[in-house]
C-alpha cells in the first residue's frame, strides 16, 4: 500500500526565507504525487502534481517540487515564503489511476513570522 | 459557478440526531469521494463512488451511509450522532481511470459540532 510521510507537522520561517517541506513517500509502483494547501475554513486547493513528467514541477503561488526517486522524496520548496502562505499543506500520493482516491500526510502547518 | 459544493457549511446538532449533507459536482467527473478530517486535520477517505457504483468503504460505522442518485451528486446521511462524529467533513471528485492522474477537486468542507 502506498503511503506519504511527512516530516514536521509545523514549520516557522521568516518571511522573505527559503520555504521547505519534506515528504518521502512509499509505494510499490511508480506514484503519482500531489501538494495541496488547506487555507483556514476553506477546502483543499492543488498546489502541483507530479506524474512522471518532468521531475521538477513548479505549481501555483511560487511553489515547486522535486521528484527524486532514489531518496523517494517530493519536497515543496518556495524560494521566498510570503505571509499569505500561512496555511497547512498536505502531501498526498495516488498508485496510479481508479477510484481508490489519495493517500495523504498528516499535514505541515506553515507559519510566516514577520 | 463552483466545481464542487456541499451544503450546508456548518452544522451544530445533539448526540442522538440524524442529519444530511450534500455534494454535487459540475466537472463531469466519474468518481466521488467522502474524506473526514479531524480535529488534528488528518485526512481519510471514508467512501467513494464510481458511477453511482460504491467502490470504497472504509471501516466507518454503518450509522454513515452515502448514497449517490447519480454521477454528479454523492450524499452523506449520519444517523444516531456520536460527538466523535465531529470534524470536518469533505467531498471531492476525480476523473479517475484511464488517462486519469487521481486529481482530487475538493469542496469546502462541512463542519459537523456534535454536543
Known amino acids: 500500500a502506498q503511503s506519504v510521510t511527512q516530516l514536521g507537522s509545523h514549520v516557522s520561517v521568516s518571511e522573505g526565507a527559503l520555504v521547505l517541506l519534506r515528504c518521502n513517500y512509499s509505494?510499490?509502483?511508480?506514484?503519482?504525487l500531489f501538494w495541496y494547501v488547506q487555507y483556514p475554513n476553506q477546502g483543499l486547493q492543488l498546489l502541483l502534481k507530479y506524474t512522471s513528467a518532468a521531475t521538477l514541477v513548479k505549481g501555483i503561488n511560487g511553489f515547486e517540487a522535486e521528484f527524486k526517486k532514489s531518496e523517494t522524496s517530493f519536497h515543496l520548496t518556495k524560494p521566498s515564503a510570503h505571509m499569505s502562505d500561512a496555511a497547512e499543506y498536505f502531501c498526498a500520493v495516488d498508485s496510479g489511476g481508479g477510484a481508490d482516491g489519495l493517500t495523504f500526510g498528516k499535514g505541515t502547518h506553515l507559519i510566516i513570522q514577520p | 459557478d463552483t466545481a464542487v459544493s456541499q451544503t450546508p457549511k456548518y452544522l451544530v446538532t445533539q448526540m442522538g440526531n440524524d442529519k444530511s449533507i450534500k455534494c454535487e459536482q459540475n466537472?463531469?467527473?466519474?468518481?466521488m469521494y467522502w474524506y473526514k478530517q479531524d480535529s488534528k486535520k488528518f485526512l481519510k477517505i471514508m467512501f467513494s463512488y464510481n458511477n453511482k457504483e460504491l467502490i470504497i468503504n472504509e471501516t466507518v460505522p454503518n450509522r454513515f451511509s452515502p448514497k449517490s442518485p447519480d454521477k454528479a451528486h454523492l450524499n452523506l446521511h449520519i444517523n444516531s450522532l456520536e460527538l466523535g462524529d465531529s470534524a470536518v467533513y469533505f467531498c471531492a471528485s476525480s476523473q479517475a481511470g484511464t488517462g486519469g492522474t487521481g486529481e482530487l477537486f475538493f469542496g469546502e468542507g462541512s463542519r459537523l459540532t456534535v454536543l
Open positions: 466537472l463531469g467527473h466519474d468518481t
Open positions: 509505494s510499490s509502483v511508480p506514484p503519482y
